[in-house]
């Protein structure tokens, strides 16, 4: 198993820029897959972005691409989201998720291992 511990959040003004990191820890880390999720109140969690094991390959949601940038260190055990250009609607919980599929999933049944959560909040 891993344990999975999110940090990074706060309160950015529109424009700005936050990265948030997920720090693993149990099994090697480079065994998963992992991913970023995000919640906004009433609403269901979403697929931000994800890359593979290696960090080789990525995916991400059309509503972030070209803004957030996802990446992974793992001789640190940790998996980054450098998010540029904040809008309001980024507003959420961002949660890491990871999975010892090799399958880059965009869905949160996908994922086994989840954080706890790291709250984003961009002002207009």
């Known amino acids: 198993q891993v344990q999975l511990v999110e940090s990074g959040g706060g309160l950015v003004q529109a424009g700005g820029s936050l990265r948030l990191s997920c720090a693993a820890s149990?099994?090697?880390?480079?065994?998963?897959?992992s991913g970023w999720f995000r919640q906004a109140p009433g609403k269901e969690r979403e697929f931000v972005a994800a890359?593979?094991?290696?960090?080789?390959?990525?995916r991400y949601a059309d509503s972030v691409k070209g803004r957030f940038t996802i990446s992974r260190d793992n001789a640190k055990n940790t998996v980054y989201l450098q998010m540029n250009s904040l809008k309001p609607e980024d507003t959420a919980v961002y949660y890491c998720?990871?999975?010892?599929?090799?399958?880059?999933?965009?869905?949160?049944?996908?994922?086994?291992?989840w954080g706890q959560g790291t709250q984003v909040t961009v002002s207009s």
């Open positions: 890359l593979s094991r290696s960090g080789a390959n990525t």
């Open positions: 998720a990871a999975d010892e599929a090799y399958y880059i999933g965009s869905y949160y049944v996908d994922y086994d291992y």
């Open positions: 149990g099994r090697t880390f480079s065994s998963y897959t």
